[in-house]
């Protein structure tokens, strides 16, 4: 039967700062249809559901439910609207009960004579629970009492609580065990049921293609298209994401791997909250691949590494002494560098300017005494500047306000400044745009050819296939393979590893 | 329910365990029901000062000019009290304090500077403009007005205080939007909750009961002489303590009880110093050493439970390798 | 380009903006006092009243650009004082490195209760300033403790000037050339990254708070020289003095990489000149404090809009 | 072009600001009025090099003009019921024998009070008066005001400690001190509570380690000697509210309750209401006995309830007499050549009438008129001696001042 257009988005366009995250996207989703959303990292596919669902504001475009002009601020008037949004990162307040955080934002109903009735207040939230088959979690608790799977499952609940008309669901899935997402399944099923639409955003095809009716693809803020019903098909859907054709030249060139014989790092039995009797080498002039889901472990394992964190039992050690790592302080000292995953908190200091960023871990190197003169700090930061070519007017601007391509290469000009040996690359090309990923594919191969050992972890398998001399692919904690770089290695191999 | 119960009991052992402790110091003077009622009623104006301040501290913010702005609504209230009345006395601190709190909500909502810089800097205004209008003159009451000063008058509007701030923090909107905010502002702003608001409500609240705590404490002390310079912060000191205390208390037992149970170790102390008249010294070290102690242990407690459980689940993977190894 | 020579304008006025409140506060007081706060005896009588604020104002903002607070200042210079008048009967340079020696025992604490076990750093300094306030009535049985006659002579404007200059100077040198200075600016601009930049933050946060303690002390030391002794409330309130001479003098409130050194001395004496030239005119003291509180609440309001624009202008550019 | 006219603004306002804030605050005190007339006559006086001897040039300057003497006082606070009588006695000396008075409040804080002195002297004031906080003080007020060779003096404050009293006699600009005797003073309070019937008495006093602190417990523990009394229990912290005074009583009266007399010996301004009050709250109005020493401003009312059972107090002159010393010693005609140590005399109330008088006549108005100050100026009546001030000083009471101004 013909289904009038439930959501209809026209010519929006989104920035923040620098970067475009959407360009001019319009596409339709038609009434009781369960439409996904996939592209990689930084394609717009959580902009563009944060925009509908009121948190973020656009550019440009207009976007109509029903025929009529959505203008919601806020989450609670895009609810009114009968929207309903389950965010990626944690959406629950840990210090208040789970009941208050199902109703957060309208606690209103429950107010008789001016105050809130917390018994009627827990029963609808033991209601809506029980709506989506969750009966192990109390209401009147403190949220921070549950783990991270539980709590989703409260968001998950709130969500379906209100009946909306539009579910957005954005990367819920990969946070959730098996039995999660049985309940995320059924609850999508159940808005299906009763004609509500569904807006499902995962980079996993696998999931995809068994939940959804159809699916838009977005790549680096622009709209590709639309495909219905048989016509998934993972790899031609894949292609339209990645859409670079798996040319070479992109990524490395040779095809034989090669590493130096001197083990810079090992990593011996570690055993971690997350991690499960880790161990691995790393030799000098290598690029290791570390890849897996985004819960596997290996971020944790690259935090380890660089002295983060500190683990249970087994060993972090750098050639030359077998003592572990303590903290970054030192394993700066021994020539590690480190890019964290969240550049913008972790990585990089925002309201700092380029040169103090850059000039940061290795003042030691530039100072005598501790003292560095402005000159030699200038001289130091424009030498890096210059040779990563970051694009930036003058060093004392604020790293706030450059591109997250350029961000990343403040980071790397200062480990490089550092002369940092070994380096650890934790998903260094998330969020970047195509020119500045190859400039840092090329800078990885100069690197590696100078006998810089680097650790290279990342949720793109293209990625890591085309940069690593040999791929550890890890799973629940645990490395579950080990390949050398070659021909036949695929990403369906490794996929069939990692899941 | 039980679990509630055993939490409550705990947290009132703590006043307790003090008690007795002067008690066997000093049993003549400490024995008596006359001292544990003093113990409660000199409690009073401390705890209904940290209600009204718990708000703001919950959300991370320190409203310090308090102190200058009771020792205003006092002054108002005594001058109104000479022409009409005891109404007069209760209008004029409770306008003083209404004032006192739009004063702060609109320079906040329009400057938007952080709270506690914000508060210093009207502690001098809110404080002088005390000077000039009682030209520097101490004040007082006659002593017909002032039967909110002593029991029951006293206990009275503690108790409807205590009834208010438990229906305020427990079951209003604004309360539960209240830990929202200091749980995470960031979710409660995508959740449709204004933290500007919610800030502006609570310097409202704080000044509202700071007002109430103004009269009974005109009543008890029957004078007031206008502050100079920042010297009134000294006066908020001892219900920020209880805030303190009040939170870490928090977790086992509801805010509003906490809060006072705090309020309550500090007039023990106060009181058995007295008592064993040693000089008051001793109370502002052992306030100051037990705020410290308390708060040291919470937050090694807070590293160590994390770091705990993370072991656990480290131990557990290690179980798990070792038995599919076997 | 326009919103670029904007935010350029903007930048430049916060910069300059402290120099102007200095010298709109200098004129103002020269015309209204008929030039008699221009006189070089009084000249001299503002750099000594101002002269332990400048001490301590130069060692806070180390702490303020790292987003840290000391609320117990005033009570070190309180305790360091009478360590001094006590240690004074012995002899004068064993009390000036028995001052500095309780100043910096006590900064250490302050570094370990904030820096180590993590305690707000508000909550512990004020707890610290009520035990200090305690002990400090027991010390002086909540009266005076003379110092030695002899100590009066150190009491010269030529000692006072070379000291707080070497202080100044070096710690001005430290702020802004060192490493140290860099990486106090680096936490407060963003701790998490600092962390993954190979700063120490618990060693930076106690290194401040003991700099900040023997600032304290040596401060303690010549107040006691100028007043003759030591009462309970010595140093009362000087960490709030502190807080509103930085701000006078333009420092941002959380810190960060815009933290200027310069602040502390321009404040300070913003601060020096007002109190003089308020009581110059014969103010009352109510007309004084209430014009003191209007300043405050204009230049904060001044400076944080801006800075504010300035900021959400970078994070949008 | 909008961005410019904002700065432009901005900072107009903040230049706005700060003079409204100076000038317009209005000071009353006609000191700064006249400091702004002075100012605009002076400007081309002193426009000259401002050397350091610009004090002698005031002096000649001002036996020929008529610039007038200028005295600066600092106290703690200049309305209170204690400090306010000072501040009007001396205001009205100095209006009558035509000197110009400066006042800075120094909060009893040291470092205040030395503040306010360099900033009095700044100010052109050739003769500062002031309480010292602490004796060690002295010699630093001393040096200051030598240094810039200008005249000084403390009221109610006893040289007695050896050491103080050699570094003041030594200086020329030193006037001489007013005190009264504290021990008196104390032995009164506590004797007139002997007579009441009390005999454990809570105390509340003032910070110890200050002359007039040590001379009252010392007048304390002398009545408690001879009339077999006992300090049951002591507060010199809380006393400066009200509150905080009725609470120390509260808990006094449970931890001591043989408790049966409070005296307070300083910081009455604060204490008295809220001792009073919380007696009469525990209903021990007639158990306990209250004296105390300073005056309060409802200590009438307080008579009539017979809540209060004696008040000693009532040395506000000690600044009046300091402002003879001085504008004398300034017109060149001194009554006396060295330092002098003048005893003032405690007025003590012990009825209701007895406070109405003191209202009446030495608090609604003083004690001694603008015109007898006038005659103690040998400028306008050279009979004057030191003497005369001598036996005026000595027979100030109640009655002296009701038969002087012919009251029935």
């Known amino acids: 039967m013909e289904h009038e257009v439930l959501l209809d988005i026209q010519h929006v366009s989104k920035s923040f700062g620098l970067t475009q995250a959407l360009k001019d996207v319009s596409f339709q989703v038609k009434q009781g249809e369960i439409r996904g959303i996939i592209g990689e990292n930084g394609s717009g596919k959580s902009t563009i559901s944060n925009i509908i669902a009121g948190i973020y504001g656009k550019d440009e475009g207009v976007i109509r439910l029903n025929g009529k002009e959505l203008r919601a601020a806020t989450a609670v008037e895009a609810e009114a609207e009968g929207i309903a949004l389950i965010v990626q990162e944690i959406g629950t307040i840990g210090d208040i009960s789970v009941a208050s955080n199902i109703f957060l934002g309208n606690e209103k109903r429950f107010v008789s004579k001016g105050f809130i009735n917390h018994r009627e207040m827990n029963r609808e939230a033991k209601k809506a629970l029980e709506m989506i088959g969750v009966s192990s979690i109390a209401p009147e608790d403190r949220t921070d009492r549950y783990n991270l799977e539980e709590r989703k499952m409260i968001e998950i609940a709130k969500a379906f609580y209100t009946h909306p008309r539009l579910m957005i669901v954005d990367e819920t899935a990969n946070a959730l065990s098996s039995h999660g997402r049985g309940i995320l399944y059924a609850a999508i099923e159940e808005v299906k049921k009763y004609g509500g639409t569904v807006l499902f955003i995962t980079h996993d095809l696998e999931e995809l293609i068994k939940i959804c009716d159809s699916v838009t693809i977005l790549r680096d803020g622009v709209y590709i298209d639309t495909c219905y019903g048989s016509d998934m098909r993972i790899n031609e859907l894949k292609v339209k994401m990645v859409g670079r054709e798996m040319s070479d030249h992109y990524y490395r060139s040779d095809v034989e791997g090669s590493m130096g014989e001197q083990v810079v790092m090992r990593v011996e039995n570690v055993f971690t909250s997350m991690l499960k009797n880790v161990s691995l080498e790393l030799h000098e002039g290598e690029i290791l691949g570390l890849g897996g889901l985004s819960d596997c472990g290996m971020h944790e394992l690259g935090r380890l590494m660089f002295g983060l964190d500190q683990p249970y039992a087994g060993k972090v050690t750098c050639t030359g002494t077998d003592q572990g790592l303590k903290s970054p302080v030192q394993a700066i000292k021994r020539g590690i560098g480190y890019v964290s995953k969240n550049r913008d908190t972790e990585a990089v200091i925002l309201q700092d300017s380029v040169k103090n960023n850059v000039c940061l871990c290795s003042l030691d190197k530039i100072s005598k005494l501790g003292f560095a003169s402005p000159v030699q700090e200038n001289r130091f930061a424009d030498q890096w500047i210059q040779k990563l070519k970051v694009k930036v007017n003058n060093r004392g601007e604020y790293v706030a306000s450059l591109s997250g391509g350029n961000k990343q290469k403040v980071v790397l000009a200062k480990w490089l400044g550092r002369g940092s040996r070994i380096l650890i690359f934790d998903c260094p090309t998330r969020g970047i745009d195509i020119g500045v990923k190859e400039a840092i594919y090329h800078l990885m191969e100069e690197l590696k050819e100078q006998g810089h050992a680097i650790l290279l972890i990342s949720e793109e398998l293209p990625e890591l296939i085309g940069m690593s001399d040999r791929i550890l692919i890890m799973k629940d904690g645990k490395i579950v393979c080990e390949t050398m770089r070659g021909p036949e290695i695929t990403e369906s191999l490794l996929i069939k590893e990692m899941i | 329910m039980n679990k509630k119960i055993s939490n409550s009991i705990v947290v009132v052992m703590v006043p307790i365990a003090l008690y007795l402790f002067f008690l066997i110091l000093r049993p003549k003077s400490f024995g008596k029901i006359n001292t544990i009622y003093i113990i409660f009623t000199q409690s009073f104006i401390t705890c209904m000062i940290a209600w009204g301040m718990q708000y703001l501290a919950k959300m991370g913010e320190f409203d310090l000019a308090l102190g200058a702005e009771m020792i205003l609504d006092s002054i108002i209230a005594a001058l109104l009290s000479t022409r009409f009345g005891f109404l007069g006395m209760i209008a004029g601190c409770l306008l003083s304090a209404l004032i006192c709190g739009i004063l702060k909500g609109v320079l906040y909502r329009v400057m938007k500077i952080p709270i506690m810089i914000l508060t210093i800097a009207l502690i001098y205004l809110l404080g002088s403009f005390g000077g000039l209008i009682t030209n520097s003159a101490a004040l007082t009451i006659s002593y017909e007005y002032t039967f909110l000063g002593r029991a029951p008058g006293n206990v009275i509007v503690f108790l409807l205080t205590g009834i208010l701030m438990y229906f305020l923090a427990n079951k209003s909107v604004y309360g539960s939007n209240v830990n929202a905010v200091a749980g995470a502002p960031g979710i409660s702003r995508n959740n449709g909750i204004s933290v500007e608001k919610t800030k502006i409500r609570s310097l409202l609240l704080s000044s509202m009961f700071a007002g109430i705590a103004a009269i009974v404490q005109l009543s008890h002390g029957s004078g007031v002489t206008p502050s100079v310079g920042l010297d009134s912060i000294q006066n908020i000191m001892q219900p920020m303590m209880s805030v303190f205390i009040g939170f870490v208390m928090a977790q086992y037992v509801n805010v509003v009880f906490s809060i006072f149970v705090g309020s309550i170790l500090m007039s023990i102390i106060s009181n058995g110093i007295t008592a064993l008249n040693w000089s008051s010294a001793i109370y502002n070290i052992v306030v100051g050493a037990i705020l410290l102690l308390i708060m040291a242990y919470m937050n090694v407690a807070k590293v160590y439970s994390k770091k705990h459980e993370e072991k656990m689940s480290a131990i557990a993977n290690m179980k798990e390798m070792n038995m599919s190894n076997v | 380009m326009k919103s670029n020579n904007k935010k350029k304008g903007m930048e430049l006025f916060i910069n300059i903006f402290p120099f102007i409140s200095l010298i709109v506060v200098f004129v103002g007081f020269a015309l209204l006092s008929g030039g008699r706060t221009l006189d070089i005896t009084n000249c001299r009588k503002i750099f000594e009243q101002s002269f332990t604020l400048l001490l301590v104002a130069g060692a806070a903002v180390f702490l303020l650009s790292q987003n840290c607070l000391d609320m117990s200042v005033g009570a070190v210079i309180g305790m360091t004082g009478v360590v001094a008048a006590l240690v004074s009967k012995i002899n004068i340079p064993l009390a000036f490195a028995a001052a500095l020696g309780v100043g910096v025992l006590i900064g250490l604490i302050n570094g370990i209760l904030h820096g180590v076990l993590g305690i707000n750093a508000m909550i512990a300094t004020l707890a610290m300033s009520f035990i200090l306030r305690g002990l400090l009535l027991i010390v002086c049985k909540s009266g005076t403790v003379g110092i030695a006659v002899k100590m009066y002579d150190l009491d010269q404007v030529g000692l006072k000037m070379a000291v707080c200059v070497v202080f100044l100077v070096g710690a001005w040198l430290f702020f802004q050339f060192h490493s140290y200075g860099k990486q106090c600016r680096a936490v407060g601009a963003g701790e998490t990254a600092a962390v993954q930049s190979g700063i120490h933050i618990a060693f930076i946060k106690i290194i401040s708070y003991v700099f900040m303690g023997a600032a304290a002390g040596i401060a303690g030391f010549f107040t006691v020289i100028r007043t003759g002794a030591a009462m309970y409330n010595t140093g009362n309130m000087a960490e709030f003095d502190i807080l509103i001479a930085l701000i006078l003098g333009g420092m941002p409130i959380n810190g960060g990489a815009d933290s200027k050194f310069r602040s502390a001395v321009i404040g300070v004496l913003i601060l020096g000149i007002l109190n003089n030239g308020m009581v110059l005119l014969g103010l009352d003291t109510y007309p004084q404090l209430i014009t003191k509180g209007i300043i405050f609440i204009l230049v904060l309001a001044m400076t944080f809009t801006i800075r504010n624009k300035i900021n959400r202008d970078k994070k949008m550019a | ?408």
């Open chain 4, 1 to 408: 072009m909008k961005r410019k006219s904002v700065k432009l603004l901005t900072s107009l306002l903040v230049t706005a600001s700060i003079l409204v804030g100076m000038v317009g605050c209005g000071s009353k005190t006609e000191s700064a009025d006249a400091g702004s007339q002075s100012a605009a006559g002076e400007t081309e006086e002193s426009s000259q090099p401002a050397e350091p001897e610009e004090g002698d040039t005031q002096k000649e300057a001002d036996a020929g003009t008529t610039d007038k003497i200028k005295l600066g006082l600092t106290i703690y606070s200049t309305t209170d019921a204690t400090a306010g009588p000072v501040v009007n006695n001396m205001q009205t000396a100095c209006d009558g024998m035509g000197a110009e008075l400066v006042i800075a409040t120094d909060e009893q804080n040291p470092e205040k009070e030395i503040t306010n002195i360099e900033n009095l002297i700044a100010n052109g004031c050739q003769a500062v008066f002031c309480l010292p906080y602490a004796d060690d003080s002295i010699p630093r007020i001393a040096k200051i005001c030598e240094d810039s060779e200008v005249y000084f003096g403390f009221y109610w404050y006893d040289l007695s400690n050896e050491e103080t009293h050699d570094v003041c006699y030594a200086s020329e600009y030193f006037l001489g001190n007013i005190y009264e005797d504290d021990v008196w003073s104390a032995y009164t309070a506590m004797k007139t509570l002997n007579e009441a019937g009390a005999s454990h008495i809570g105390m509340f006093g003032l910070p110890t380690g200050r002359t007039t602190t040590t001379k009252r417990d010392n007048g304390i523990a002398q009545a408690c000697e001879e009339f077999g009394m006992e300090i049951l229990v002591e507060d010199r912290v809380n006393t400066n509210t009200s509150d905080d005074a009725a609470s120390s009583v509260e808990s006094m009266v449970s931890a001591y309750p043989d408790l049966d007399g409070i005296v307070i010996a300083g910081m009455t301004q604060t204490c008295l209401p809220g001792v009073i009050q919380s007696l009469q709250n525990l209903g021990l109005t007639e158990k306990v006995k209250v004296s105390c020493i300073d005056f309060n401003e409802n200590q009438t009312e307080y008579f009539e309830k017979n809540s209060v059972n004696g008040v000693i107090g009532g040395h506000f002159t000690g600044g009046a007499w300091l402002a003879v010393l001085a504008v004398n010693k300034l017109q060149g005609t001194p009554l006396v050549d060295e330092p002098v140590s003048i005893k003032d005399e405690f007025i003590v109330l012990q009825s209701a009438d007895d406070a109405k008088n003191y209202d009446a006549h030495l608090y609604q108005e003083l004690p001694y008129t603008a015109e007898e100050y006038a005659q103690m100026s040998k400028k306008i009546n050279e009979a004057f001696t030191y003497e005369d001030l001598l036996e005026i000083v000595g027979s100030y009471s109640i009655q002296d001042v009701m038969t002087r101004h012919n009251v029935k």
